[in-house]
């Protein structure tokens, strides 16, 4: 493949980007022009440079990638059909704020125009570090104030009752054994749902009850898994996971298989979790993520320390965590009960 070269410069300084072996078919809005289709062209060059950054340099995800090229293509729209701008030193702060504005009168949550300018911010960022760009006007731009959000988590009943569900209603033994073990995986290790369908047998020390689980940006972890957990994924790779494996033509290390033999996906394990949930007359539909948020608490809720949490779960930011630390509302009845001198 040619390479490809993204010239930046700052004063006598030149910061090459070469995009050898680069698979453009990730991107498929990365054409044979270097170009990203369907973005003012004054700007094309400089979001293509910052998503050959995060994504060869940082190694983010296809999907987080996606979401930041989306972002800045609608907000360099803006700038140029609302604003007529169409240079980056023309970008002042009066301009994204006017942006943000317009992001939350279109009917955008909180949480979705937050995110928006976090795209926004790493843009300008980056475009200090790699352009002839003296100051980023993007910095003191505050996203929307958003309303306190507590997840949703099941109490430990309701954890059982999960797990019992997905063991007792698969479709075959070894499907029962699978589901099983993918839940009390789960639930065990607080992984996010891609964490678990990509571990392997390397990652995995059922004698040492330990996992690495390989998150956002490539970042791994060393996270413990508990003995019902254990229990389960042992009785899956010995009973279960032949029969699975069996019936693929390739040999795959990859611990969770589906029906065909092949690697379980996130959508079918998301699918696996979701039935499980109604099984169990939870009356609420069920998230993988749900069951991190469940975990979570619990441990927390058991005493243990918020920063190991946060080791635990792979959060960048402690902050992230702490809102676990909400009260639950049977403690919070218990408190009150126990304490208000007119509650009895």
Not at 117 to 133: G, N, P, T, Y
Not at 216 to 238: D, F, M, N, S
Not at 244 to 258: D, G, M, P, Q, V
Not at 265 to 286: C, D, F, M, N, P
Request: net charge positive.
């Amino acid at each position: 493949m040619q390479a490809r070269n993204i010239y930046f410069t700052r004063g006598t300084r030149f910061i090459q980007y070469v995009l050898v072996s680069y698979n453009y078919n990730m991107h498929p809005n990365l054409d044979s022009a270097n170009t990203i289709t369907n973005i003012p062209k004054e700007f094309a060059p400089y979001i293509q440079g910052f998503i050959a950054h995060i994504d060869i340099e940082r190694g983010l995800s296809k999907k987080t990638v996606s979401a930041y090229e989306s972002d800045l293509k609608d907000y360099t729209s803006w700038l140029e059909s609302a604003r007529k701008i169409r240079s980056i030193k023309a970008i002042t702060e009066l301009d994204i704020e006017s942006y943000v504005r317009y992001l939350s009168e279109s009917g955008l949550g909180a949480r979705t125009v937050a995110r928006r300018l976090a795209s926004i911010h790493e843009w300008h960022r980056f475009m200090l570090a790699h352009e002839d760009i003296n100051i980023d006007v993007s910095t003191s731009v505050k996203a929307p104030k958003q309303a306190d959000h507590l997840p949703d988590v099941l109490s430990i009943d309701e954890v059982n009752r999960v797990i019992e569900a997905a063991g007792n209603f698969g479709s075959t033994d070894a499907i029962s054994l699978r589901d099983a073990a993918l839940l009390e995986f789960l639930y065990a290790t607080g992984a996010r749902i891609s964490e678990a369908v990509g571990v392997k047998f390397e990652d995995l020390d059922l004698d040492e009850f330990v996992v690495k689980l390989t998150g956002k940006g490539a970042k791994q972890r060393l996270v413990p898994i508990g003995g019902c957990a254990i229990r389960a994924i042992r009785r899956y790779i010995e009973k279960s996971r032949p029969i699975l494996s069996a019936k693929s033509k390739r040999e795959l290390h990859t611990i969770f298989l589906n029906k065909r033999g092949d690697a379980l996906s996130r959508q079918s394990a998301w699918g696996i979790v979701t039935q499980a949930g109604e099984r169990a007359k939870l009356g609420r539909q069920l998230h993988p993520h749900t069951l991190r948020h469940s975990l979570a608490t619990h441990l927390i809720a058991g005493g243990a320390d918020v920063r190991t949490v946060q080791e635990l779960l792979g959060h960048a930011s402690v902050t992230t965590t702490q809102i676990y630390t909400h009260i639950s509302p049977d403690a919070l009845v218990e408190a009150y009960v126990m304490s208000h001198p007119r509650a009895r």
